[in-house]
């Protein structure tokens, strides 16, 4: 997508306190651009000007796009070199922008390239290349530049006062860039922004399919995915998930460790179960998780009927499971493809001691820490409350106790997504026979991506040994969103798309009967080609293809979404395949 843009002021930009800010955004690192060498023009070619006003379909847009950028000194003739300043100004805005839009859930990973500088009568212009997968419009593109334009700005003339209070930048961004149509969409969030930047880094192009759902890859090599859901995921098995005891009782059947529970739908079963199976017990509505509506560490018949009646006012069945407890820490296995990804040990959320500081005190300095960041960063953080002191007091904590060095300090007495947690990899140690239970339950479900959540004393040791049991089996389960995750998804992103996703394209320039030959030759060698044209599509059979489409792009792009597309033979003059490879990533 090409954008021309129109701002002034750009060598007051001071790059070091804007990037910084810009930083700070995002838990990914900003690719900078360095000092641009940019053609200059006296005016942007037919085909820029077509390409800034023309969707990817190929239709006009009806909305025109032009902002003006001014420079401290004309232009040299033939290359126009920007000054360092000016050039340092633009690239600093451009990685302030790329942040943002990521802060709003927008997959833009690569500040856009500066592709053109044009003297018009208003003044110079620039055409910025932005990718076609960013799932904005041009008019939110240029909304968005303009508003971080006016932050970098006031960012840079405070920037020799006395350190910023950020959280008016926070607040300024909130209610601008975040704001505009396409950003911070629900679907975008959790797992699939970090699933799109694992695959950005690897190569592996994706583009939009709308609502959520995104495509990994090309034609044969491609792959759908939303959220962390792929298309190899059953529907049965994702449905199957939504229901704890039905999960519960499949897993049983197939031999696999589930605690005793009971189902109760009214206060008189829920102490019956609890009658049945003794104590301590755990109570949770069988039709939600991450944690929601989850008491655990149940005594007495009187705190089942306050945990029953909890768990019974968030679930949509109105049902509640009444659960033996076992003992041990929840552990997160991740399957995908029926191997192991990682596997976590879910601390619930707390801190670990130093043996200096007291509890109180390692709270207000990790509730520091917390404050610092953005807000769409901030995991969940609670105060020393009361259900935070008890959970210290069966640890045999005050708020006054000084913890041993790397004790871990427990506020909650459970991870759960409302509260937050901690995360400790245990992939290297987790015992083969636990990840074979974890694979298995997986299968059962028919899932191709699972995170089965194992409870266990030792995850170390068979699960046979510790009387471990699986506590959950998660449908879309959370990927990315910590540390310890983040670092297994380049992972699976390779086990995912071989070759980078990317299949063979063949490019010939004006010589139609050259791309016919070279069709039939790759046809006869058995693979599946397609020829497409400005005039016609030709299927590895031969036979011609008609699609709904009235552009070679757009034909193109339909054919990328096929999976019997495994090379493409594409012949046309070279401003047309200059702009599909640059426009589909190819």
């Known amino acids: 997508m090409l954008c021309r843009i129109m701002l002034?002021?750009?060598s007051a930009i001071r790059p070091a306190p804007v990037l910084a800010f810009a930083q700070g955004l995002t838990e990914y690192p900003i690719h900078c651009a360095p000092n641009q060498v940019i053609p200059s023009a006296s005016e942007v070619t037919d085909t820029a000007l077509s390409a800034a006003n023309t969707n990817t379909a190929g239709t006009k847009n009806n909305y025109q796009v032009d902002m003006t950028v001014g420079f401290a000194r004309a232009p040299d003739v033939g290359e126009l070199a920007l000054s360092s300043d000016l050039a340092a100004g633009l690239n600093a805005l451009l990685a302030l922008q790329c942040a943002a839009l990521q802060a709003a859930m927008v997959p833009l990973f690569a500040i856009p390239t500066t592709m053109a500088c044009e003297l018009g009568s208003a003044g110079h212009h620039l055409v910025l290349s932005y990718g076609d997968n960013t799932t904005l419009t041009s008019a939110s593109l240029l909304s968005s530049l303009s508003a971080c334009a006016k932050i970098a700005l006031t960012i840079s003339r405070r920037a020799a006062e006395a350190p910023a209070d950020l959280s008016s930048f926070y607040d300024q961004l909130a209610s601008t860039v975040f704001t505009l149509p396409g950003m911070n969409n629900p679907a975008h969030g959790g797992s699939l922004i970090h699933v799109l930047r694992a695959a950005w880094e690897a190569g592996v192009p994706f583009y939009s399919r709308g609502h959520g759902v995104f495509q990994l890859g090309q034609g044969a090599l491609s792959r759908l995915v939303e959220r962390s859901a792929t298309d190899a995921d059953s529907a049965m098995g994702a449905k199957i998930t939504q229901r704890k005891a039905l999960t519960a009782m499949l897993l049983r059947d197939a031999g696999l460790p589930v605690p005793k529970h009971f189902a109760a739908e009214t206060r008189d079963q829920?102490?019956?179960?609890?009658?049945?199976l003794g104590f301590p017990l755990v109570a949770k509505p069988v039709d939600r998780d991450r944690g929601e509506g989850v008491t655990v560490d149940l005594q007495n018949e009187a705190a089942?009927?306050?945990a029953f009646d909890m768990a019974y006012s968030v679930s949509s069945l109105k049902r509640v499971l009444i659960e033996r407890q076992v003992d041990g820490v929840c552990h997160r296995i991740l399957i995908n493809a029926g191997k192991q990804l990682y596997a976590v040990k879910r601390w619930p959320l707390g801190f670990w001691g130093d043996a200096k500081n007291t509890v109180n005190e390692l709270f207000e300095r990790e509730l520091a820490i917390h404050h610092a960041k953005p807000p769409w960063l901030r995991k969940p953080f609670v105060a020393l409350d009361a259900l935070a002191r008890s959970t210290l007091q069966r640890q045999g904590l005050a708020s006054n106790s000084v913890p041993l060095k790397g004790q871990f300090v427990a506020l909650r007495p459970i991870e759960s997504t409302a509260d937050g947690g901690v995360s400790e990899d245990v992939t290297t140690v987790i015992h083969p026979d636990n990840i074979d239970i974890a694979v298995r339950a997986a299968e059962v479900l028919q899932l191709e991506r699972a995170g089965i959540d194992l409870m266990t004393t030792d995850i170390s040791r068979p699960w046979h040994e510790t009387g471990g049991v699986i506590l959950e089996a998660n449908y879309a389960p959370s990927l990315g969103t910590g540390a310890v995750s983040r670092r297994y998804l380049p992972v699976l992103i390779e086990q995912m798309m071989p070759k980078q996703g990317r299949i063979s394209v063949t490019w010939i320039e004006?010589?139609?009967?050259?791309?016919?030959?070279?069709?039939?030759?790759?046809?006869?060698?058995?693979?599946?080609?397609?020829?497409?044209?400005?005039?016609?599509i030709?299927?590895?059979?031969?036979?011609?293809?008609?699609?709904?489409?009235?552009?070679?792009?757009?034909?193109?792009?339909a054919l990328l979404f096929q999976r019997d597309v495994v090379h493409l033979v594409l012949v046309a003059e070279g401003t047309m395949l200059s702009r599909i490879r640059s426009t589909l990533d190819l």
């Open 538 to 557: 030709l299927t590895p059979q031969g036979a011609v293809c008609v699609l709904a489409t009235d552009a070679m792009l757009a034909s193109v792009k």
């Open 510 to 536: 004006d010589d139609l009967q050259l791309a016919r030959r070279c069709h039939q030759d790759l046809c006869s060698q058995g693979q599946a080609a397609w020829l497409v044209s400005q005039d016609q």
């Open 8 to 10: 002034s002021e750009l």
């Open 304 to 306: 089942v009927l306050a």
């Open 270 to 276: 829920a102490v019956a179960a609890a009658r049945a």
